[in-house]
């Protein structure tokens, strides 16, 4: 029975949860004021060898005693303030698991972080979870870095039980202390009838599936060889990667990939289908997506037609708008077995094949407007023995945050873009025409801080660029239109949102503060990695140091800090005023235009925009003396 207690006691810490040790561990996590008494004890024992068995078999069995009283009030499994615990009613079913996986995934800036279930990142969430992750303080640093950033952090687990059971939502969610498992205990949940081996073919695993290695990891497989893991690697957080068969090397870098130990079904999803891809009902034409934006690429799978007896067999993309083929000619098509307009001899084994939403005249492509269109299958190269049709949407991609800050205009766009596509910038309820120029225009792909395919399964751009010339002085009296294409195809809009602006922004120099104590710089505009001459004076303590902050930062911490140097030294060691008691009041120190790059904790892609000094009068972040705002560009 206690050795039934104690291990409900134990919990992984993979997940962040108090591991007991030994007695004093556990008398110390029951009765901390008690620990100091249990501790002079054991020292007195330790004095008298005679006695030493004797009094620690009664210190034992006085815990034992205490543990049997208290236990059940402290670790129930079953706590009045929270509804009972309920792992076999399905909550959802296996494609909407797949749908909110991919969101969190694609949409939400998240990180990992040991033991936490989608709370939003704060410094005091990392202090409270820094011995969780074995004492590792420069992940613990580098997500500091990330809090001005509207981060939610997870673990692994957490993600699984945030999403699935706990109604996740913007970082709110219905935790039950009654449904609090680990890895380990998810994979115990699945049912050993489910359950399989390592991946030998992925015909055998359905989407919505818990993945396992065991002891250490869990994510949920999402479908076509893909699952959404939170992890410390590659990205640190929620992100799709590569399910690898174990039969597979694994890639070389190029994509985030793992092989997993174990699969199977969670008593909370109900699976009803086999593949989330769109399949035929004979099951020789499969597509990897039912919606797709203009141009986007289309993987289409032939399962039954190669080889020698359809040495002709092609697929085609027609518009449903048509009655007939015949009158409906978009002259987007391939061979199956080649993959290209070349028919291969003898006929090639290529099942999978891409063709775009596009259609093509005289070989010029064509951006499809919205509708349905479909995806034919033939047997011959006449196109008169239609074996197979599947249809699909086109949809045009959103625009999904547009922000106005100090100058720079800050665009997300949800969907698939191509190369040509272009932001233009109009005051509202104007759209570009060649007639109507745009007040200010920039490249979708350009300056791009972010473009993210996530296995075919959705695109997610972020760009940001300069926008002081078009001089907006209300935001949101302006919009940004997404065209497609060089033309004014445009498809989407959104009006500015405002964030932040400076009201002195080209200041020269900087007036000292009341106290004496300030900062002086020479020109306020600086290209990337240049370098900053700093003049301070009037200084009264050797700890003064400056940063290097975004221009809207208002809370001086350091998790927002990017460069900064000690007064007393031009450098982030401050050796000479350790050992010194003297140090300059007045002088020069130097930083460079660059910032810590939030999702790798490296220097490097800085964003263009306005940044300031500010100078504190010690080693804190409070006493500040002086700021200048400058401006970083190309």
Known sequence: MWGQLFFCCRRNDFDGIIVVHDHADIYDFIFPQSLGRYRQMKSAQQKSNTNYNLKKICVLMTVLVLLCCSFPLVLT??????PPSDFTTPRMNNAEAVEKLVELATKYNTVYVNGTVGQPLSCDLIENTINSTSGNTVRAERNKKRVPYNYYAFDCSGMVKALFLWEWDNGEYNYNENEVVNQSGLWELCPKASRSNIFTSYD?????EFLYI???????????????????NWNSGVQITR??????PLPDGSEPARKWDSHGKLPFISYTDDDLYQTSASGRLQLNKSVYNPGEPIRITVKGLIGKDYPDAFVAVY??????????SLNNWCYVGSGTHDRVDPPGTVETVYLDAKSYILDEPQILPPGTYQVKLFADDEGTQAIDTLNFQVVYPEISKALYADGLIDVTIDGYIEENAWIGLYQNGTTGSYSTPSLLWHYATKEVTSRRNYGELHYVTHLRFDASDAKISTPSAYQVVLYLDEGYNSVATKQLAATYQHTDILTQYTAASASGSGIHIGPTVYEMEEEIKIDFFGLTNKDAWIGLYPASTTNYNPCSTGMWVYTSTGTQWAMYAEYSSAFPANGTVYLHANVVDVNTGSLGNTPLGYYKLVLFGDSGYTNVLDEVVIRITY
Do not use: R
Request: a negative charge; charged letters at 15%.
């Open 214 to 232: 065991e002891d250490e990891h869990c994510g949920i497989y999402i479908g076509g060889g893909y699952a959404v893991e939170c992890t410390p």
């Open 77 to 82: 499994a079953e706590s009045s303030e929270y």
């Open 243 to 248: 399910v690898v068969l174990d039969s597979e």
């Open 204 to 208: 055998s695993i359905m989407p919505g």
């Open 319 to 328: 518009s449903t708008a048509f009655p007939t083929q015949s009158y409906n």
